[in-house]
């Protein structure tokens, strides 16, 4: 977890695999390396820096898109951004509750670094340090025009609203769908009662609240108010580079789809829900094609975790990966994910190496010519791993899981060790239905082995036949621990977030 290294000194990497863009060809030929070409490599990246949108998910599972498992006939849009790009199957996030996750996402650092920890609420009096650099800063300062339309999350009071944080343009949700009064579980109390618990959810625009009580009808608009904003905001940034965040509300509870897309399914209200996500990314796609910019334009699609399983019907699904949202197995912390750029990242390709979502920021940076933060962050660049016909190995030496302060597990390659901990559970039974949650049972796991290869749904310890791979994990570990902290032990890189 030291300082990434800045783009130039990693432009060889992408000489070697050959896939970068054309006009490093023309800037290298060959397997040239040295300052002299490095940065002749890097000034021509920059002159072709494409744009960039990121389509993050909320609580969607692992097998919920058609090409990671899930009904074909529901996500035809996703189907054609796997055939015309990068499936990455062994893709993760640093934690596996909302506001942890993005705040990894948009830093390239793992969130327990920073102080943001599980789903700030309504009632929260911190967020995203404005001292933190974000993609959209990197982005920005290269010229990028940048633009968030979605759910945030990272604190609503105004000092860390998008704005704060990098972003031109902002229109959505200042944290989880469902922080509202209307709530399943609340709905028997009178009104004042159940303001007590949640105000009303407003939404913003800029940082100005523009509708002060969401209600029914504006949860239904959402998918698709976030997919205009995100069409005009291309269209109108077409001729510069542009970074579009658009993390969407939906398929976080409450469901809600569009009149256009309410029943249309026949399969029930979720499935009616992930057509509509898949329209939106399909209206996106066919925007940049026709500006005549997809070649140019790296497009990503991942989650922000798993799925909320208790939820039942109105869940997805992380089969075969074991548990869901609020853990971290698998089925809470690897999600998956489609990145499509044209003409640069191979079609109809797989990328089977461990990464996370902290890592696409140094991507971006590289990709954009932009500068890394002057701090410490945990993301690698992964370019090699995005471009080349047969992909690198992993940057990361390990991959570091934790649940709030605890650290849970770690990943090195094929191995995934657990630490002892505690996690919930439905342990198989169903879930709820028509939106009312079932109860987790609470279960534990001591310190065991999987090997994720052989075994993918993390049932079997293989830790008494592989005592080397524990302990060279444990050694792992405990270089985090130092670092990051666990539990009531602090980290010698930890940040504070940002106070009111």
Same mark, same amino acid.
């Given at each position: 977890?030291?300082?990434? %290294?800045?783009?130039?000194?990693?432009?060889?990497?992408?000489? !070697?695999?050959?896939?970068?863009? +054309?006009?490093?060809?023309?800037?290298?030929?060959?397997?040239?390396?040295?300052?002299?070409?490095?940065?002749?490599?890097?000034?021509?990246?920059?002159?072709?820096?494409?744009?960039?949108?990121?389509?993050?998910?909320?609580?969607?599972?692992?097998?919920?898109?058609?090409?990671?498992?899930?009904?074909?006939?529901?996500?035809?849009?996703?189907?054609?951004?796997?055939?015309?790009?990068?499936?990455?199957?062994?893709?993760?996030?640093?934690?596996?509750?909302?506001?942890?996750?993005?705040?990894?996402?948009?830093?390239?650092?793992?969130?327990?670094?920073?102080?943001?920890?599980?789903?700030?609420?309504?009632?929260?009096?911190?967020?995203?340090?404005?001292?933190?650099? @974000?993609?959209?800063?990197?982005?920005?300062?290269?010229?990028?025009?940048?633009?968030?339309?979605?759910?945030?999350?990272?604190?609503?009071?105004?000092?860390?609203?998008?704005?704060? %944080?990098?972003?031109?343009?902002?229109?959505?949700?200042?944290?989880?769908?469902?922080?509202?009064?209307?709530?399943? =579980?609340?709905?028997?109390?009178?009104?004042?009662?159940?303001?007590?618990?949640?105000?009303?959810?407003?939404?913003?625009? =800029?940082?100005?609240?523009?509708?002060?009580?969401?209600?029914?009808?504006? !949860?239904?608009?959402?998918?698709?108010?976030?997919?205009?904003?995100?069409?005009?905001?291309?269209?109108?940034?077409?001729?510069?580079?542009?970074?579009?965040?658009?993390?969407?509300?939906?398929?976080?509870?409450?469901?809600?789809?569009?009149?256009?897309?309410?029943?249309?399914?026949?399969? =029930?209200?979720?499935?009616?829900?992930?057509?509509?996500?898949?329209?939106?990314?399909?209206?996106?796609?066919?925007?940049?094609?026709?500006?005549?910019?997809?070649?140019? +334009?790296?497009?990503?699609?991942?989650?922000?975790?798993?799925?909320?399983?208790?939820?039942?019907?109105?869940?997805?699904?992380?089969?075969?990966?074991?548990?869901?949202?609020?853990? *971290?197995?698998?089925?809470?912390?690897?999600?998956?994910?489609?990145?499509?750029?044209?003409?640069?990242?191979?079609?109809?390709?797989?990328?089977?190496?461990?990464?996370?979502?902290?890592?696409?920021?140094?991507?971006?940076?590289?990709?954009?010519?932009?500068?890394?933060?002057?701090?410490?962050?945990?993301?690698?660049?992964?370019?090699?791993? *995005?471009?080349?016909?047969?992909?690198?190995?992993?940057?990361?030496?390990?991959?570091?899981?934790?649940?709030?302060?605890?650290?849970?597990?770690?990943?090195?390659?094929?191995?995934?060790?657990?630490?002892?901990?505690?996690?919930? @559970?439905?342990?198989?039974?169903?879930?709820?239905?028509?939106?009312?949650?079932?109860?987790?049972?609470?279960? @534990?796991?001591?310190?065991?082995?999987?090997?994720?290869?052989?075994?993918?749904?993390?049932?079997?310890?293989?830790?008494?036949?592989?005592?080397?791979?524990?302990?060279?994990?444990?050694?792992?570990?405990?270089?985090?621990?130092?670092?990051?902290?666990?539990?009531?032990?602090? =980290?010698?890189? *930890?940040?504070?977030?940002? !106070?009111?």
């Amino acid at each position: 977890m030291s300082r990434v %290294q800045p783009a130039a000194d990693r432009v060889a990497d992408i000489v !070697q695999v050959a896939l970068f863009r +054309t006009c490093i060809f023309a800037a290298v030929t060959g397997l040239v390396v040295g300052s002299a070409a490095e940065s002749a490599a890097a000034a021509a990246a920059r002159q072709a820096a494409p744009n960039i949108v990121v389509i993050f998910m909320d609580d969607m599972g692992y097998a919920d898109p058609g090409p990671f498992g899930g009904d074909p006939e529901l996500t035809p849009n996703l189907n054609r951004m796997a055939q015309e790009g990068r499936r990455f199957t062994d893709f993760y996030v640093s934690q596996a509750v909302c506001s942890a996750s993005r705040c990894s996402l948009l830093t390239g650092c793992y969130n327990v670094r920073l102080g943001i920890l599980g789903a700030l609420g309504p009632s929260a009096r911190i967020g995203l340090n404005p001292d933190e650099k @974000t993609i959209a800063e990197v982005c920005r300062e290269q010229g990028y025009a940048t633009a968030c339309f979605g759910k945030w999350h990272l604190g609503h009071h105004e000092q860390f609203l998008p704005l704060q %944080q990098g972003f031109d343009e902002y229109f959505g949700l200042p944290y989880s769908n469902d922080m509202w009064p209307y709530h399943p =579980g609340v709905l028997h109390l009178p009104m004042e009662e159940r303001l007590k618990r949640w105000p009303h959810l407003p939404l913003i625009e =800029g940082n100005k609240v523009v509708n002060p009580q969401v209600d029914d009808e504006v !949860q239904a608009e959402l998918t698709r108010l976030y997919t205009e904003k995100s069409v005009s905001f291309i269209e109108r940034n077409h001729d510069r580079p542009f970074f579009l965040y658009l993390p969407h509300s939906m398929v976080h509870v409450p469901l809600y789809a569009g009149r256009e897309f309410l029943g249309k399914s026949g399969k =029930g209200l979720f499935a009616d829900v992930m057509m509509e996500i898949d329209w939106s990314v399909g209206r996106i796609l066919d925007t940049l094609r026709r500006l005549e910019l997809e070649r140019n +334009t790296l497009v990503v699609f991942t989650s922000d975790n798993g799925p909320w399983l208790s939820y039942g019907d109105h869940a997805g699904s992380a089969k075969p990966l074991r548990e869901g949202k609020g853990t *971290m197995f698998d089925g809470g912390c690897r999600v998956s994910c489609i990145m499509r750029w044209p003409g640069s990242i191979p079609a109809g390709s797989v990328c089977s190496e461990p990464l996370m979502t902290i890592d696409l920021l140094p991507t971006i940076a590289e990709l954009t010519g932009g500068s890394l933060p002057e701090h410490t962050i945990d993301g690698r660049s992964i370019v090699p791993q *995005m471009l080349a016909e047969t992909p690198l190995p992993s940057p990361h030496e390990a991959l570091y899981f934790y649940y709030g302060k605890q650290l849970q597990a770690v990943r090195a390659g094929r191995w995934k060790l657990h630490f002892p901990h505690g996690y919930r @559970t439905l342990a198989d039974r169903a879930g709820g239905t028509g939106g009312i949650p079932a109860n987790y049972e609470n279960a @534990t796991i001591g310190e065991e082995l999987f090997d994720l290869q052989m075994d993918i749904s993390e049932t079997t310890d293989v830790a008494a036949a592989n005592p080397e791979v524990v302990e060279r994990l444990r050694r792992l570990a405990e270089a985090a621990r130092a670092e990051l902290g666990d539990s009531q032990r602090e =980290g010698a890189g *930890m940040r504070p977030p940002g !106070q009111l």
